[in-house]
């Protein structure tokens, strides 16, 4: 017990002396080492404590004292945001922020909220992986973040103020809130730790307080507060109909009789709100203006997740019901839609936005479908996801400091101006698609569930998606191998700790494809038999596990294999051709008035049919109308 | 131990029954056209040939990328023929093409880039018809393994014609046949000079000429996974359907001309839908 | 096995022709003359040819564009001057712009005269071509053993 309080409380005091080291010191980052080492250690004790004792546990009961600590920060946090609402006149933020905290005010002093009984705190396999994943990238993004907010300040000098103390003690207050909310079972306990993250993602992404991020900072609040604003009613009417307050007893209420969908569908859609699913997609792609280790933390590995994890959690309800199919559909058709539209990008930060809210739609789908296989390649999608999706923006943001653009077209070879980082990031793609990397097991297992649970739109959905997904991967891993003659290496800008962290997040992300069945068979299992109450066979065979590591061995060796097979003779290199009019460099070619010329092939975008301006109105109109219509439905006919 | 022997003989034979299909693949074109046409064992005498030139590259990763390709190509050709997981196959077979692309990319000239991105573009139009694939055989079969699905009562065709169907249409992409060669092409029919392969040349484009063989013998076994059941003469009406099936290609080549990169991406998603999906729909009705 | 003689593949090449020639070396890949039984492609890429058929002179603006496809055909490579254009500069030779033929920019192998050259005497001097393509493969081979 005291270590998860540990594990909670720490990151909040690490963040309060953060917030007074004002000035990039030495100091400073040896501190934030310290925090993160600290944090590192207590949850692999956590992790290797919970999985030897091999039990569920549930603790906390008398919570009376922080109960109070609790509302008097609900009410400081609803102040700070009515606060910033009312100097920037933002209306609808007010309002979603006061009706929320209002609501869960009353419902504490009204004397009606009943359910004091149940435990608060949960801990089981779900949240030693969850832990495990926000203890361990986290912290590897916040060492990164070090070195990167050094660079970052350094090249915008004279545009923003320099307010990395605030940055680095959020980062620290949201890995705390992260925790907190992973082990909550409580529900109001879940929904405070929420807000929070809510609160930092919004201060976050104004980080340089331009207008643009203000408004899009603005734009993630409001939405995320509808998301709250849903959770808290959700709250307000399991406390006074249901007479539950936690989540075990919410979900041992089963769907049988449908009581429960009401509520279901509200956290359903604060879940779909977090999550950035359709329609609630454009705060994440608004976010990406936020600084890279921001972009990495909150919206892609840990907070973004918050949401599929409370889905996930609840995934034994959806099955078979309406809120089931809204989750699936809405699911699916994000995964299809966001994954066109990345195709269209040549922002890198915008494609992994489109990415993150592609791959969260496949998660929440599998939640949705609410049988147990679909569950467990959800569950191994969020934690691949994460980290190679962490690994894929800390390379982004370096290659932006290094570079100065982000752009993927002027990352055309990169492998020849910045090979180590071009190597990393190559390491990272793969890893987001490509058989025998972790991503695509966990989609061969969706695949899999879909057609066993006959859910042929999804199934459609997925087969869809992924052959757009493996077009705008491609391509940019096309442009990071051009090899482009006689040009010069540029300077690495990339401090020692970024790279400690990079490569240690590639070193993970291939150990986890190489461990997984033993997380698959000690983790998740465990944690889906319990929930399921049965037991399934491997999903995927041993057998196919062994020929996926016989792939990634001989991808790991064919530089070597090449070697001896064949090419032991002399290679004389070439120019390219260009009809014999090639200048000399490659990028250049004589024309008819015998003047050099430039030459440059961009990648496909395909605007016309994958654009923003062709398909964002639409999809954003259709995944409102079922929405909107679904939830109609759910309420309407549960009242 | 079975397994051994098929996949031995997959490894020696694969490329002796691709190489000679595709001089019979010329000569019948040839034929078509009135001309007399290579001997059939042409292909090799070009192989042959293309081992014997002085090599010549634009960079050195290139042939380490042709080397993925031809070994993930072989790796799928085994994995299916040993009876394999199909849909891991279909993975692997894209990994494969994968690496092919990226030697494309890697050269950095024009013609190889657009030859890259047309690929990367046929690839994405193929890729949900065969994933369509391996579900319907699964739907029908109950197995993803090529080791059940070869044992089956009745030839999976009987369940699954509109996946086959399919399949043929986006076998011409696959084999890199008129309408669908943007990307690269058969010898005569040239675009953007020879598109991805524009920069390879001497024993590295001999390795590409040999996948390729492999890649089409696979290909014909996937065909003839529709036919083959338990009896034993299944088998030789597995080799005539994917003959039959050679043929038809041929004759599409020699009849259409190339299209636009639009139509190819419409045509092959539309037909995708409704003739895969509406199968995989009845089969879910049924099954 | 004589490979290289057996796939010759060829790359045809206008220096500045009034296509006559050049109409006629396509006529030889028609259903009449068919080279194509004898393996040979008219492939567009010198990196994958074997054998450079050029017609028409040689003029300043083309000069360096015939070195550089020269230079990108991997070796052993014969070159073919196919009409008395490409062989000494036939009736454009006093032209300011001209050259000459081919010789005067790459070491040429066969000269096929004739204007137009006729399509039965290119594929004489495309034949003697592949013989002469067999002794230089023999020569590397030789070399390389060395």
Not at chain 1, 389 to 397: A, H, N
Request: proline fraction near 3%; charged fraction near 15%.
């Amino acid at each position: 017990m005291e270590n998860i309080a540990f594990l909670i409380i720490f990151p909040f005091l690490a963040a309060f002396i953060l917030a007074f080291m004002r000035r990039q010191t030495k100091l400073r980052s040896v501190f934030v080492f310290f925090s993160c080492a600290v944090v590192v250690t207590a949850v692999i004790y956590y992790a290797v404590t919970g999985l030897i004792s091999n039990q569920t546990q549930s603790l906390l009961r008398e919570t009376h004292e922080l109960d109070i600590a609790m509302v008097i920060a609900e009410i400081g946090l609803m102040l700070l945001i009515v606060g910033y609402a009312v100097k920037y006149r933002k209306l609808l933020v007010a309002i979603l922020s006061v009706a929320q905290t209002g609501l869960m005010l009353w419902l504490d002093f009204s004397g009606k909220n009943i359910v004091t009984s149940a435990p608060h705190i949960l801990s089981d396999k779900l949240t030693i992986m969850m832990c495990l994943m926000i203890g361990i990238v986290g912290t590897l993004i916040c060492v990164y973040a070090v070195g990167y907010m050094k660079e970052y300040h350094e090249r915008h000098s004279t545009e923003f103020k320099d307010r990395s103390a605030t940055f680095f003690a959020l980062l620290f207050v949201f890995l705390g809130a992260m925790f907190g909310l992973v082990f909550s079972n409580n529900l109001m306990w879940m929904y405070f730790f929420w807000e929070i993250t809510s609160l930092c993602s919004f201060v976050l992404i104004g980080y340089t307080r331009t207008e643009q991020a203000m408004t899009n900072a603005f734009r993630a609040l409001w939405m995320n507060l509808l998301g709250g604003l849903a959770f808290a009613i959700a709250i307000v009417y399991c406390a006074l109909e249901l007479r539950t307050g936690d989540i075990r007893s919410f979900i041992s209420l089963g769907n049988d009789t449908g009581v429960v969908l009401i509520p279901l569908a509200l956290l359903a859609f604060a879940g779909l709100t977090k999550s950035a699913q359709l329609p609630f997609s454009r705060w994440l792609l608004g976010a990406m203006v936020a600084p890279t280790p921001t972009s990495a933390l909150l919206h892609s590995a840990t907070m973004v997740k918050a949401g599929v994890f409370l889905l996930l959690r609840l995934s034994p309800l959806f099955e078979g019901n309406l809120v089931g199919t809204m989750v699936t559909t809405i699911g699916g058709f994000t995964f299809f839609a966001a994954s066109m539209l990345a195709i269209s990008q040549s922002d890198g930060k915008k494609v992994l936005a489109y990415s993150t809210i592609s791959n969260l739609g496949l998660i929440t789908a599998c939640a949705g479908v609410g049988m147990h296989e679909a569950v467990w390649a959800g569950i191994l999608l969020m934690l691949f996801h994460g980290v190679s999706k962490s690994l894929m923006f800390l390379s982004v943001g370096a290659v932006e400091n290094s570079l100065g653009s982000r752009d993927i077209e002027d990352m055309h070879g990169l492998i020849v101006k910045l090979p180590g980082l071009a190597f990393v990031m190559i390491t990272g793609i793969a890893g987001m698609f490509l058989a025998p990397f972790g991503m695509l097991i966990s989609k061969w297992a969706a695949l899999k569930a879909f057609v066993d649970s006959n859910s042929m739109l999804l199934v459609i959905f997925l087969v869809f998606g992924s052959s757009t997904t493996l077009f705008y991967w491609t391509k940019w891993l096309g442009k990071l191998v051009a090899v482009v003659h006689h040009t010069h290496r540029y300077e690495s800008k990339v401090k020692m700790s970024q790279w400690i962290s990079l490569l240690i997040q590639a070193f993970l992300m291939i150990a986890l494809c190489i461990l997984f069945p033993l997380i698959s068979t000690n983790l998740v299992e465990p944690f889906l038999s319990e929930m399921f109450h049965e037991t399934l066979p491997p999903i995927i065979s041993s057998g196919n596990m062994q020929i996926m590591l016989m792939m990634l061995f001989a991808i790991v060796i064919l530089p070597i294999a090449v070697r001896f097979l064949t090419f032991g003779k002399k290679k004389k290199i070439v120019m390219s051709y260009m009809g014999g009019a090639n200048a000399g460099d490659d990028r250049h070619f004589v024309d008819s008035f015998g003047e050099k010329s430039s030459v440059y092939f961009a990648n496909w975008y395909m605007e016309d049919y994958f654009g923003e301006k062709k398909l964002l109105r639409p999809s954003i109109l259709l995944s409102s109308a079922t929405i909107l219509v679904l939830m109609g439905i759910i309420i309407g006919g549960g009242l | 131990m079975t397994e051994a022997i098929l996949i031995a003989l997959y490894v020696v034979l694969g490329p002796v029954i691709g190489g000679f299909l595709s001089g019979v693949d010329r000569k019948l074109s040839a034929r078509m056209q009135g001309r007399q046409g290579p001997p059939v064992w042409q292909s090799f005498y070009d192989v042959g040939k293309l081992f014997s030139k002085q090599v010549v590259v634009v960079n050195y990763v290139q042939d380490f990328l042709v080397g993925g390709f031809f070994i993930f190509v072989v790796f799928t050709g085994c994995l299916f023929f040993s009876g394999g997981d199909i849909l891991l196959v279909f993975f692997a077979l894209t990994l494969a093409a994968i690496f092919f692309m990226m030697s494309a990319c890697s050269a950095n000239s024009p013609y190889s880039s657009m030859g890259a991105q047309r690929e990367l573009l046929q690839m994405m139009a193929y890729e949900p018809m065969v994933l369509i694939v391996a579900i319907g055989f699964y739907m029908s079969t109950g197995s993803f393994s090529v080791a059940d699905i070869i044992k089956s009562d009745v030839s999976n065709i009987l369940y699954l014609p509109g996946i086959f169907i399919g399949f043929i249409f986006i076998l011409t992409i696959k084999m890199r046949k008129s309408p669908f060669d943007l990307s690269t092409s058969h010898h005569a029919h040239q675009e953007m000079v020879k598109g991805l392969t524009t920069e390879i040349s001497g024993n590295i484009l001999g390795f590409v000429e040999i996948s390729h063989w492999y890649e089409n013998v696979f290909l014909m076994g996937v065909v003839g996974l529709f036919i083959i059941n338990s009896t034993w003469w299944s088998i030789i009406a597995a080799v005539a359907v994917c003959l039959l099936v050679y043929f038809l290609e041929v004759l599409i080549d020699m009849v259409f001309p190339r299209v636009k990169w639009e139509l190819m991406l419409k045509a092959t998603w539309l037909f995708t839908l409704v003739a895969g999906v509406l199968n995989l729909i009845v089969l879910s009705a049924i099954k | 096995m004589t490979s290289i003689s057996k796939s010759p593949w060829l790359l045809h090449y206008d220096g500045s022709s009034c296509n006559g020639c050049d109409i006629e070396v396509l006529a030889c890949l028609t259903p009449i003359y068919d080279v194509e039984r004898f393996g040979i492609i008219n492939t567009g890429n010198p990196k994958h040819a074997d054998i450079f058929l050029i017609t028409g002179g040689i003029n300043h603006q083309n000069k360096p564009v015939v070195e550089q496809i020269y230079k990108q055909m991997p070796k052993p490579k014969v070159v073919v001057a196919v009409g008395i254009c490409a062989c000494d500069g036939g009736i454009f030779k006093e032209c300011y712009n001209i050259l000459g033929g081919v010789d005067t920019t790459l070491p040429v192998d066969i000269f096929v005269p004739g204007c137009a050259a006729r399509p039965e005497a290119i594929i004489d001097g495309v034949v003697k071509a592949i013989a002469l393509l067999q002794e230089k493969r023999n020569a590397m081979k030789l070399e390389a053993k060395k």
